[in-house]
């Protein structure tokens, strides 16, 4: 009986004891997150460099994006430490940049592999942000990815700077007042689309769809719907597929007896290379449906994309952020650069990357100061030209780049690995722009 | 006899308390300082203890644990959109929830035993997993996930105060969720596991469950209807994962489909194999080596390897960076994978049984010594 009561009391005490240590442990902790909040979160102060966080995917469906992706990040940091032949510094208006780092900061960087996932990109935000001090986020390749991103950085405070997402809810729904995208979008895609389709095909043809299932492929299919609807078109059916599914055949070979006569592929990366090629294997090109030849439609494109899928792309239409080939001062100043590191061309996904870092920074110059808030305010309604897509303007109200988005058809007769795409049209910014409010969604407070 | 096992149990859950909060003065040096990581050991640890009283016990190889997971981390973002962002309700219904599926789950699965037991388990795995994917996507937003809008309702919330400006963040009575306070809840959350494992382990239920690992036709013959454990067994190790789930949406609120992927089942059985099934400490052994590497050697790239080899002369430091670097970054899993082979070839009671063989190596040494001293 005496044992028992001791031990009644021993347990109290444990307990007493376990929750003693933990609210003494605990209360540094507060203290410190007291004193942060008074200036901001990783605020360099009187450091001699800063870090920014490159979080890409390196493995999944669109590693070969990452790669180039990081492979522009490396080149930024490069030139806005001084050193190589400056890239687009030397082209971009009007600029603040002094080739000394971000406000006589030299830059370092860190690197994680976001899986094309959710949970692991945060997990690589969070250690960028919490253990290296990373000022600004920057990455992407997966609309998905980089809204669950961008909802972290709005929590923590840290400016995410989007790589390629091209989902409307980017900068529509789910935008943030952390998070910029210098990347065009679906709703752009369609409306550049829009013109070039009817004078190709028609007003009277059937589509189907296959979407890649998440954020990215739903706004797409959505807007190339409403695009081709305005047009005069049916759409037969739309068919969500999942991502990284490798296999296509069994969402192809309905196709077939569906009754259409284009096919539309909401696809991006790896999953875009194998639902293309299947398609094409199944013999898809070589039909005639209703009198009319069956044509497929690629409505985001990419060089990578298109070294992947070979032979098969040639003669399909697609859009893209920006090419290569583009002849503007701008264009070609980073092609050279670019060229000049790596021994080849970059793609768009390295392009909309190197840009962002680039603007980052020179907002930072701007600014006069690392202070998110400031940054935002230098960012938002930011009107510059030399960076190859023309004219662009940052809109203040959701974030989003506005620029000329590029029409192109997969060659025929190719003159390298890396001559794949011709460009059908350059449509004006003045055609591709919308009402920032269509889309709902909230850019939040700048104190984050 | 029964006080000196209260003793014994009042100790190790001191040490154990005192190892856990201490957590970011003595992970500091290696560079794993950082709350998510420190949330992450934590959560994984709830995880893994719990898989154990399953695995470990009764020796039912469960693949569709991460069921659980994702059960638990739905219920706990739907709980902070609908209900209100203080984390105690979002928990409980997550282990509700959890332990309910779990029982649905288990009452199937555990008709059968063996290696059809681990495939029914993966069957419902992978069905949850393409349920959350694609068929239930107005619940979890599929391949996207599951986040908080400014718009949800949040109606306890809104009973007390107009909505903020921004997303609120998950919050205990005024204490924010994020960062090291985030880190210290799920430690104390740790510890109240550890201890429920504890008593588990010790007490005549678990025995009962050592039974039936060790051989569940004698126990059969002796009277006992399995069964009714069995499936007390899997419940409660389904409501801890069901816990871990809920705190990962605590600390980080979004819930994604791959979260309950199969993978996500195989890493806590390679946990816990990794730092020894049936053992207390093990799987958290094993938790930790994982975790660690999956966050920081991921995180090593060519630069930091220069720099780690900078005081080599150049063109060693070159082919040093060339052969160590297939072992980390993107090739982080080949490291595990090296680590769990050695382990599972020499130590196959996982890394606690190294350190068992280590102690009692040390002490033969320390019995001879003191032999020898007596001799003289």
């Known amino acids: 009986m005496d044992n028992k009561n001791k031990n009644n009391i021993s347990r109290r005490d444990f307990v007493k004891t376990s929750a003693t240590v933990a609210a003494v442990s605990a209360v540094p902790m507060f203290f410190t997150k007291g004193a942060y909040a008074k200036d901001f979160t990783n605020n360099p102060g009187r450091a001699g460099s800063v870090t920014l966080g490159f979080n890409v995917p390196q493995t999944g469906s669109y590693s070969d994006e990452g790669a180039d992706e990081l492979r522009a990040y490396k080149l930024a940091v490069k030139h806005l430490n001084g050193e190589g032949d400056g890239g687009l510094m030397n082209t971009m208006k009007p600029m603040n940049l002094k080739g000394n780092g971000i406000l006589g900061k030299k830059v370092t960087y860190v690197t994680g592999d976001t899986q094309t996932k959710s949970d692991a990109a945060r997990a690589s935000a969070k250690r960028m942000i919490e253990k290296d001090g990373a000022l600004m986020i920057s990455g992407g390749s997966s609309s998905g990815v980089a809204i669950a991103v961008q909802g972290l950085a709005q929590e923590a405070g840290v400016i995410f700077m989007a790589g390629l997402t091209h989902s409307n809810d980017t900068t529509g729904k789910d935008k943030r007042r952390y998070g910029f995208r210098h990347f065009f979008n679906a709703k752009m895609s369609g409306s550049a689309l829009g013109p070039v389709l009817k004078e190709e095909m028609g007003t009277d043809r059937n589509a189907y769809h296959l979407t890649a299932d998440y954020t990215w492929g739903w706004t797409q299919e959505q807007s190339i719907k409403e695009t081709t609807e305005a047009l005069g078109w049916n759409t037969t059916a739309t068919v969500k597929t999942p991502v990284g599914a490798g296999d296509f055949s069994q969402f192809i070979t309905p196709i077939l007896n569906s009754g259409a006569d284009t096919l539309i592929l909401n696809h991006y990366g790896k999953d875009m290379i194998n639902s293309l090629t299947q398609a094409v294997q199944f013999g898809l090109r070589d039909k005639a449906v209703n009198g009319k030849q069956f044509e497929i439609i690629v409505p985001l494109y990419s060089r990578l994309m298109a070294q992947g899928a070979g032979e098969n792309l040639k003669g399909i239409l697609g859009t893209t952020n920006w090419d290569w080939q583009l002849q503007d001062e701008g264009s070609k100043a980073f092609v050279k650069s670019f060229g000049q590191e790596y021994g080849f061309p970059p793609s768009m996904a390295a392009h909309t990357c190197y840009v962002q870092t680039l603007l980052y920074a020179n907002a930072v110059e701007n600014a006069g100061t690392f202070y998110p808030p400031e940054v935002i305010r230098q960012l938002e309604g930011f009107k510059f030209d030399g960076m190859g897509n023309g004219a662009t303007e940052y809109r203040a109200e959701d974030h989003q780049c506005f620029k000329d988005v590029l029409v192109v058809r997969g060659k025929q007769n190719p003159s390298s690995q890396f001559d794949l795409l011709d460009i059908v049209k350059e449509v004006p910014r003045s055609q591709v722009e919308y009402d920032a409010s269509i889309f709902g969604g909230e850019l939040g407070p700048y104190k984050a | ?376």
């Open chain 2, 1 to 376: 006899m029964l006080f000196e096992k209260k003793q014994n149990e009042l100790t190790t859950m001191l040490i154990f308390s005192a190892i856990v909060l201490s957590m970011p003065i003595w992970l500091d040096p290696i560079g794993a300082n950082y709350p998510d990581l420190l949330q992450k050991f934590a959560i994984f640890g709830i995880f893994a203890i719990g898989y154990n009283i399953l695995f470990g016990l009764t020796g039912y190889l469960s693949f569709g644990h991460a069921i659980f997971i994702g059960v638990g981390s739905y219920t706990a973002v739907w709980s902070f959109k609908l209900l209100t962002m203080n984390v105690i309700p979002a928990l409980a219904l997550s282990v509700l929830l959890s332990g309910v599926v779990a029982v649905m789950v288990g009452y199937v699965s555990l008709r059968r035993s063996g290696i059809y037991f681990s495939i029914l388990t993966l069957a419902f795995a992978q069905m949850f997993y393409n349920l959350a994917y694609s068929v239930l996507t107005p619940i979890t937003n599929g391949e996207t996930g599951l986040q908080l809008t400014t718009k949800d309702p949040r109606v306890i919330d809104r009973m007390f105060e107009a909505a903020g400006d921004g997303l609120p963040s998950t919050e205990l009575f005024g204490i924010s969720m994020s960062g090291y306070s985030g880190f210290y809840f799920c430690a104390v959350m740790l510890i109240v596991a550890f201890f429920l494992s504890l008593k588990v382990f010790n007490s005549p239920f678990g025995l009962k469950l050592k039974a039936i690992k060790s051989n569940q036709h004698r126990m059969k013959y002796t009277g006992y209807n399995t069964r009714p454990y069995l499936l007390s067994a899997f419940v409660i190790s389904g409501m801890f994962a069901g816990l871990a789930g809920g705190l990962m949406a605590v600390t980080d609120p979004l819930a994604g489909a791959e979260r309950m992927q199969w993978t996500a089942s195989g890493e806590v059985v390679l946990m816990t194999i990794l730092g020894g099934v049936g053992t207390l400490y093990g799987p958290l052994l094993g938790v930790a080596i994982i975790k660690y590497l999956e966050n920081i050697f991921s995180s090593i790239n060519e630069a930091v390897l220069y720099t780690l080899f900078d005081f080599l002369p150049v063109w060693l430091q070159d082919s040093m960076v060339v052969i160590v670097m297939p072992f980390v970054g993107e090739g982080w899993h080949l490291t595990l994978g090296l680590i769990f082979m050695t382990v599972v070839i020499f130590l196959p009671g996982g890394i606690i049984e190294g350190f068992q063989k280590m102690k009692d190596r040390f002490s033969k040494t320390n019995e001879q010594e003191k032999l020898k001293q007596g001799g003289e």
